[in-house]
C-alpha cells in the first residue's frame, strides 16, 4: 500500500485520538504518558505493566478509558491467599439442572486491571499468563476465548517488597511495555485537589466503541516502517545482548542477560502505534526512542555489579540509544 493511502487512512482513523484526550483529561489530570502507553497497548494488543506508589490515579485512569471506549472493565486486587479460580472462573453444580456449569470468573472482560500483581502466589499469577499469551481460558474441561479486545493492565508497586512475590523474568517478558508512573507537579496535583473536592462529580463520556478500536487496531498494523528502522530496531535490541559489538564495553559487565526476541517484535508494533496516535501513517526513529525505554526496561537483567554500583536497566537502555546510530 502507498503511504499516502496509509496517511490518509491513519488521519481517518485516529481523529478519535483527540477527543478520547480530551474526555478521560475531564477526570484525570496530567498522567499524559501513562494513558498514551495504555493506548498503545490497546492498539496492539500488548499488555501493560504499571509501576508506581499508591494514589496515583493508576485505577482511576484505566476505568475512565474504559467508559470512554464502552469496554467491560474488572479490577482484581491480588492477595496471597488468592486462588487461580478466583481469576479465571470455575465449575459449580446446578441443583435445578443437575449438572455442573462453569461461572466465568473476571478475567472475563476487555480491560482488566490486575492491582498489586506481585502480592499473588505464583500459580496464580500463572493463570493470569494462560489468559495473556493464549487468550484463552480453561475451565473445567472447557476452553473460553477472551473477549476482543482483550488488555491486562497490572500495577505494581515499587516500595513494599514484603510479603510479595516477584513476577518471575518469564512473565514480565509478556508485558509489552512497563511504564513507571510518577508523581503530578505541583500545579497538577493542586488541580486533582480542587477537582477531586469540589462538589461536581465529573466523569467521562463515550467517544468510541470497541468495534472502532479494532478497526484502528487493523490500521495500526499497515502502519509504513522502512528497512532502516526495522534495522535500527533490531541494533538496539542486539546491543542489549552484545554491549561490546556496538562500542558500548563498559556496559558489559552490568548486563547479566539481553532481551529476548519479542522485544523486538513489541518495538515495532508499539512504534506504529506511536506513530498512529500522532496522525501519522510511518514510523521515524523519534517512535522507536519515545517507546524504546518502555519497552525494554523491565526486559534487560542486570548483574550484581550494576545493583552494586546502582545503575538501572532504564539507565543502561537510555545508554544504548545514545550510543547506537540512527538511521
Known amino acids: 500500500m502507498d503511504v499516502r493511502v496509509i496517511n490518509e487512512l491513519v488521519h481517518?482513523?485516529?481523529?478519535?485520538?483527540?477527543?478520547?484526550?480530551?474526555?478521560?483529561?475531564?477526570?484525570?489530570?496530567?498522567?499524559?504518558?501513562?494513558?498514551?502507553?495504555?493506548?498503545?497497548?490497546?492498539?496492539?494488543?500488548?499488555?501493560?505493566?504499571?509501576?508506581?506508589?499508591?494514589?496515583?490515579?493508576?485505577?482511576?485512569?484505566?476505568?475512565?478509558?474504559?467508559?470512554?471506549?464502552?469496554?467491560?472493565?474488572?479490577?482484581?486486587?491480588?492477595?496471597?491467599?488468592?486462588?487461580?479460580?478466583?481469576?479465571?472462573?470455575?465449575?459449580?453444580?446446578?441443583?435445578?439442572?443437575?449438572?455442573?456449569?462453569?461461572?466465568q470468573g473476571p478475567v472475563f472482560a476487555n480491560l482488566v486491571l490486575a492491582d498489586e500483581i506481585n502480592r499473588a502466589p505464583a500459580k496464580v499469577q500463572s493463570a493470569l499468563?494462560?489468559?495473556?499469551?493464549?487468550?484463552?481460558?480453561?475451565?473445567?474441561?472447557?476452553?473460553h476465548p477472551l473477549p476482543d479486545p482483550f488488555l491486562v493492565m497490572a500495577t505494581q508497586n515499587p516500595i513494599e517488597q514484603e510479603g510479595t512475590y516477584a513476577l518471575p523474568e518469564a512473565q514480565l517478558d509478556r508485558f509489552m511495555l512497563m511504564i513507571k508512573v510518577g508523581y503530578p507537579t505541583k500545579e497538577e496535583e493542586r488541580a486533582i485537589m480542587d477537582r477531586m473536592t469540589g462538589p461536581m462529580q465529573v466523569s467521562a463520556e463515550r467517544v468510541a466503541s470497541p468495534q472502532e478500536i479494532a478497526e484502528a487496531r487493523a490500521v495500526v498494523q499497515e502502519v509504513y516502517i522502512d528497512e532502516k528502522i526495522r534495522d535500527y530496531i533490531v541494533n538496539i535490541v542486539h546491543a542489549t545482548r552484545e554491549p561490546k559489538a556496538y562500542g558500548l564495553a563498559e556496559l558489559a559487565d552490568f548486563i547479566?542477560?539481553?532481551?529476548?526476541?519479542?522485544?523486538?517484535?513489541?518495538?515495532?508494533?508499539?512504534?506504529?502505534?506511536?506513530?498512529?496516535?500522532?496522525?501519522?501513517?510511518?514510523?521515524t526513529p523519534e517512535d522507536i526512542k519515545a517507546i524504546g525505554v518502555d519497552v525494554l526496561r523491565h526486559r534487560v537483567i542486570l548483574t550484581y555489579e550494576a545493583e552494586a554500583e546502582e545503575i538501572t536497566a532504564e539507565t543502561v537502555v537510555r545508554k544504548l540509544f545514545e550510543r547506537v546510530e540512527v538511521p
Open 12 to 103: 481517518k482513523q485516529s481523529a478519535f485520538v483527540e477527543k478520547l484526550n480530551a474526555e478521560v483529561g475531564k477526570v484525570i489530570v496530567g498522567q499524559k504518558a501513562m494513558i498514551e502507553r495504555i493506548l498503545i497497548g490497546l492498539l496492539t494488543g500488548g499488555h501493560v505493566l504499571l509501576e508506581g506508589v499508591p494514589g496515583l490515579a493508576k485505577t482511576l485512569t484505566v476505568k475512565t478509558l474504559a467508559d470512554t471506549l464502552a469496554m467491560k472493565f474488572q479490577r482484581i486486587q491480588f492477595t496471597p491467599d488468592l486462588l487461580p479460580a478466583d481469576i479465571v472462573g470455575t465449575v459449580i453444580y446446578n441443583q435445578a439442572r443437575g449438572e455442573f456449569v462453569p461461572k
Open 129 to 143: 499468563l494462560e489468559a495473556m499469551q493464549e487468550r484463552q481460558v480453561t475451565i473445567g474441561d472447557t476452553t
Open 256 to 283: 547479566a542477560f539481553g532481551a529476548s526476541p519479542r522485544a523486538s517484535i513489541f518495538l515495532n508494533k508499539a512504534a506504529r502505534a506511536h506513530a498512529f496516535l500522532r496522525h501519522r501513517g510511518y514510523v
